[in-house]
């Protein structure tokens, strides 16, 4: 089974600092990573991905995420917050030997809401 | 280019009602998927689709249906509408297996 932790539902920055917004992660073998990001009253967006190679992975908009496998997670970051970034944040995994072959839906963790402030 | 549409964007039900959520998506993508949003718990998986003729189960497939007769469409059907169906809903589409989903802007339901 594939699980995904958001432990922060919320997270406060000042604009112009840098954020982080932190993920782990659980497969039983090697792991697709995914940050989308949520605007109100929108459908999700997609921000990055890794499937493989270099363990730091840039984004849309200026976001970067970092794969670290032995601590088994993929932290969203930003050098520089701007208000536009406030949302709500997901991270999802796939398990690459999940057993839809890749064809089903990713498992997303419970969402982080970012909050910039002026 | 519209990307992944769904009608409606709003809507009410009494309970026991029916309706059918309706997904099409203009990308030619095989994969497609429905997603239920309740606060504070992410995305839950109800039904997936590979290509046209074939759906499969996802997480939380209790209470509804799906068809997928084209590559572009794929209706989401609620038989019996109950309070726990009380959501916002998303449809996605994908091409391939390390590919990004799209989705499109959500139905949110209210069963009363």
């Known amino acids: 089974a594939q699980s995904v932790a958001q432990p922060e539902d919320q997270v406060n920055v000042a604009e112009g600092n840098p954020l982080t917004v932190k993920c782990t992660y659980s497969v039983s073998g090697n792991p697709y990573l995914f940050w989308y990001v949520q605007y109100p009253n929108r459908g999700l967006q997609f921000l990055l991905k890794?499937?493989?190679?270099?363990?730091l992975v840039k984004g849309s908009y200026g976001f970067e995420a970092e794969f670290n496998k032995s601590q088994t997670s993929f932290h969203l970051k930003k050098p520089s917050a701007l208000v536009s970034d406030s949302a709500l944040y997901f991270c999802a995994v796939r398990d690459i030997w999940s057993p839809g072959g890749g064809a089903d839906g990713l498992t997303f963790g419970k969402g982080t809401h970012l909050i910039i402030q002026p | 280019n519209a990307g992944v549409t769904q009608t409606p964007k709003f809507r009410i039900l009494k309970i026991g009602q029916s309706m059918t959520l309706q997904c099409t998506q203009d990308m030619n993508h095989n994969y497609m998927y429905w997603y239920r949003q309740d606060p504070g718990m992410g995305l839950k998986l109800i039904y997936y689709s590979v290509g046209a003729g074939i759906t499969d189960k996802g997480e939380v497939p209790n209470g509804y249906n799906v068809s997928r007769s084209t590559t572009e469409d794929f209706p989401l059907r609620l038989e019996l509408a109950a309070p726990s169906q009380t959501s916002v809903y998303f449809c996605a589409s994908k091409q391939g297996d390390y590919t990004e989903a799209f989705f499109g802007q959500g139905t949110r339901l209210t069963v009363v």
């Open positions: 890794y499937i493989t190679g270099d363990n």
